[in-house]
Every structure is written in structure tokens, then in C-alpha cells.
């Protein structure tokens, strides 16, 4: 502990002796200063024990003390030290009144103890008090790092914990708590996940300091680089002291180091993925699972589903890469899942990723990309349907369908699943599609303008009918004969039969398109 008045007045080689301030002895002490000033406070930082003689003090006036006393407690001055037997054989009881209305310690030096011994006893003092914090500092960054060696992350944030006799808590690169102790501190970090966002949105190294009525909270951003890899809180009732400060800033350099390694272990497993990928693509299941191992437990095992992301459009190359963000989203979930997952980036603007049917991953993938247009998201991504390993390459084929899908109809997410449950039409709303409608239909409506006929309308209830010549000339309230004769000058027009059922289909596709786009 730094020196008190109290400490001061127990020194047995001082001979202190207090007049005022009896329960303000407990106050630290920063530093003893001598001052003979009638004004001294330009000249205080605050936390000082002041020496005086009184040589240019009116001491015994009452009104003047109360001034004197007044600033020097505004100025954050802890103590007043006055000698005795120099200028007065005692203190004046003017000052010792000012000093009582104040409850502001007066302390009386006596004449055979310079001020420079009280000095040397606050100097000494705070030079122990920070050799104690220094070496209880070392053996926090002693203790941390053990337990950084033998069980990692969570025993860091324990250990911590517990040398700032508080809480402390561990985020990742998504702001999601990771670890927190004591198990209490959970729902505490929890509720600071605004503020870690905040903090992630600074270029690291970042810090914060976060209050309520609870505690006080330090934020630290975790990483060696610019981008912010995690974060890290603690949680105090007051300030911390130099040896708390010693371990947090211990606990941050070995949870940076540990998201480093990790972050080079991840780059080896993301190489051991893409290699595994291609197996699997080229159905090589039992050499892709020979490879793996138990890396990724069951994955390769149970259904999995094959997910594609591309950026959804030009990346900023001032701000991160929006797969970069994707990635580290589907990671953290996993790892609260406890799950396995693979993601392989296949290029710089494609990232795949393999994971469990019904996990965590595929959850928070479809809950924040189902129902977003794709302007409004920096990915788009398309989602195969429930497969194996013997299957994957059909997976990868659907996720890129599913993907291309999402572009056309500009989603964030498709599943391959929508496709064959839903209807064709929606998939030819394209520029080129609509072209190669309106081309093979120019024709029949350029005919239909010139009032001569409606060719168009009679195609379309011959074909929904499926050539039925009675029931389509009933829709169109014709005879027959009309509808055989409308439906040659179909075909002299186009120069294609009617017979043929691909001009049919494609004249049916083309009567569909050109209805959506009319209906758009």
C-alpha cells in the first residue's frame, strides 16, 4: 500500500503529532512538498502533504486561515504539516479552527524533524510500495502465463480474475463472450457487447473505459495488427492499481499471442481443408477422411450441408473483406457450438464451407442472410441441400446453382432446397431470357397491332389448353375453324410448326416470361 497520514504519524523517527483532520489519516499519500507560498495551489498536482513554517502566512487570522485552508483542500492538497518552534512555538489556534471546520489533517512537525525526513519517508514509502506492485506483477505474468502454457484462454481469464479481485471476461473476433470468471460475470459481459463492437471498429491497439452503477470496466482490444482479433474486459470496483495494471496488460500480450498462434494454426488447417475439399469433390471420400482424421470429429460422417459465399459486390479495399467477416461469423459460431467446421477460401472472391446438417453453423447462416436482399448485405450465398460425403461434388454444383440464383434474383441466400420446391418461372428473370421472349414473340404482336387478329392470345389458350381445339376456342369465344386459321398464320409468321413440341415449350416459356415482365 502507498503511504498514509496514518503511516506518517506512526513512524516512530518522525514525531508527527495530529491537531485536525483525525479521520482523514487513511488518505494516500503521493508526495511530501515544502512551500512558504501564501498561494501554493498553482503549484499542486493534488495528493501532496504540505510542509510550511508559516514565514509568510498570517497564521493567527481567522478569516485568512479559513481562505488558506479552503484552497488548499479545493486543490486535492491531502495534509498540512506546520513546524513548530520556527516562526511559532505552536500552531495558531486561528489555523487549527480552520483546519477542524475543514476536517482537513494538521499535523505538527516538531522542531528536531526536517521536512526533508518526512520526504524520505513518503519517498521510500512509495518506492517499496511499487517494488511490492512490480514483483506481485511479475508473479501475476508468472502465474498467467503457466496457465496459459497448461490450459489456455479460459484458465488466463480465471487466474486474472482473480489477481484484480474482480471479473474479467474474453470476446472474439465476432464480439461474442467466449470465457468470463467468476461464472457470474457472464451475463455481466453480456451486456457489453455494444461497447466491444464499438471498440472493434478501431484499429487495435483500442481501449475503453465503460461504467454504471455496477463497476468500473477497462476494455482491451486483442490483436498484433491494425484489425482487432477479440477483446478483452475487467471488471473492478475503483481504478486498478499498478499490480492489477501489470496482469491485465500480461493477460492481453498472452491472449494476443494465443489469437495469433491460433490464427496460424487455422491458415495450416484452412490448407489441410482445401486439400481435403478437392478429395472430397473428386470422390475420394475414404482418402479425404483418412487425411482428416478425428480434425474435424464426425463432419465428414453425418450430413453436411455445402455452403458458397462470394462478395456481393466490389470489395472496399480500405475496410476488412467482407469473407474475411463471413468466416469468422460461421467460426465463432461453431466454436460456441462446439462444432466442427471447415471453410476453405477457393479464391480471393469465393469462400466454401462444410458444415454439420441442422448445427449451429448452417443456423446462424441462414438467420442472418435468409431474408436480406443482396444490397443490403456484403455477401450473397448459396446453401446445397443435405448430403454426404460420396455426394459432395453434386453439393458443390447445388451451392453454386443455389448461388447463382441468389444473384438473379438479388438475395442474400438461396438454398438448393427452394429450387425444386418451387416453380421454373422465377428463374428465367433474366435480361437474357426476356430478350430471347420478346424476339421470338416480335412478331406475333407486331401482327396483333395492326388490329388484323389476335394471334398472341389465341396461342396462349391453344397452348394452355394443350392444343385442344374445342375447349380453347371456347375460352376465346371463337369456332374453331377461326382458331385452326389464327394458329397457321402462328406458324407462316414464325416460319416454325406447332408440331413440334421444344417450339412449343419454348413458345409457352416465352408467352410466361413476357407476362411476368408486364406484370413487374
Known sequence: MPPTLASLVQHSALKLTVRAGEDRLETPVRWAHVSELADPVPYMEGGELLLVTAMTLDAEDPEAMRRYVRRLVGAGVVGLGFAVGVYYEDIPEALVEAAKEEGFPLLAVPRRTPFLAISKAVSAANAADQYRAVTAGFEAQRELTRAALAEGPD??????AAHIDGWAALYDASGAVVAAAPEWATRRA???????ERL??????????VGDTEDRVELQSLGSGRRVRGALAVGTGAPLGTAERYAVHSAVALLTLST?????????????????????????????????GDLYGGLLDAPFRLVIAEPAGEPDPASEHPLHAFAESLESAAARAGEAVLVVPDSDDR??????DGGAV????????ADKEAEDAEVVVGLSAPTGPI???GAYKQSEQALSVARRRGRALVEHEELAAGSILPLLADDAVRAFADGMLRALYEHDATG??????????????????????ADLGVHRHTLRYRMRRVEEILGRSLDDPDVRMELWLALKTTSATAAE
Open 190 to 196: 453480456a451486456r457489453l457487447t455494444g461497447d466491444v
Open 362 to 369: 448452417v443456423a446462424a447462416c441462414t438467420s442472418a442472410y
Open 391 to 393: 455426394a459432395a461434388a
Open 452 to 473: 388484323r387478329g389476335d394471334l398472341v392470345a389465341s396461342l396462349r389458350a391453344w397452348l394452355s389448353r394443350h392444343g385442344q381445339w374445342d375447349a380453347a376456342a
Open 155 to 160: 484458465a488466463v481469464v480465471a487466474r486474472l
Open 351 to 356: 469462400l466454401v464451407v462444410l458444415a454439420a
Open 260 to 292: 495469433e498462434r491460433s490464427r496460424a494454426l487455422q491458415a495450416a488447417e484452412q490448407r489441410l481443408g482445401a486439400a481435403v475439399l478437392r478429395m472430397l469433390l473428386s470422390g475420394q471420400q475414404d482418402h479425404a477422411r483418412a487425411v482428416v
Open 200 to 209: 472493434r471498429e478501431r484499429s487495435a491497439p483500442a481501449s475503453a473505459v
